[in-house]
């Protein structure tokens, strides 16, 4: 799955925090449960990303997960 800019579609690079070299943004990365559209906790084990939804008490898988990327104030 590829991180894409919201305002223009481009990729995003890593650079300590995601950022759009075309509009110069900085972004934060907040999952959310397709369920409950709660923020979920992240798992990381072995190379593989799950997440973790503490309302519905359940694992969810990346793909599944609903993903959101919010405007930066500043520039990580």
């Known amino acids: 799955?590829?991180?894409?800019?919201?305002?223009?579609?481009?990729?995003?690079?890593?650079?300590?925090?995601?950022?759009?070299?075309?509009?110069?943004?900085?972004?934060?990365?907040?999952?959310?449960?397709?369920s409950c559209h709660r923020p979920l906790e992240k798992?990381?084990?072995?190379g593989s990303v799950s997440y973790f939804c503490n309302t519905c008490n359940e694992l969810k898988s990346k793909s599944a997960v609903n993903t959101v990327f919010t405007a930066s104030d500043h520039e990580a």
Not at 6 to 33: I, N, R
């Open 1 to 34: 799955m590829e991180d894409r800019c919201p305002q223009c579609a481009e990729l995003l690079q890593w650079d300590g925090g995601y950022v759009c070299h075309s509009c110069e943004q900085h972004y934060h990365k907040q999952v959310y449960c397709p």
């Open 43 to 46: 798992l990381q084990a072995c």
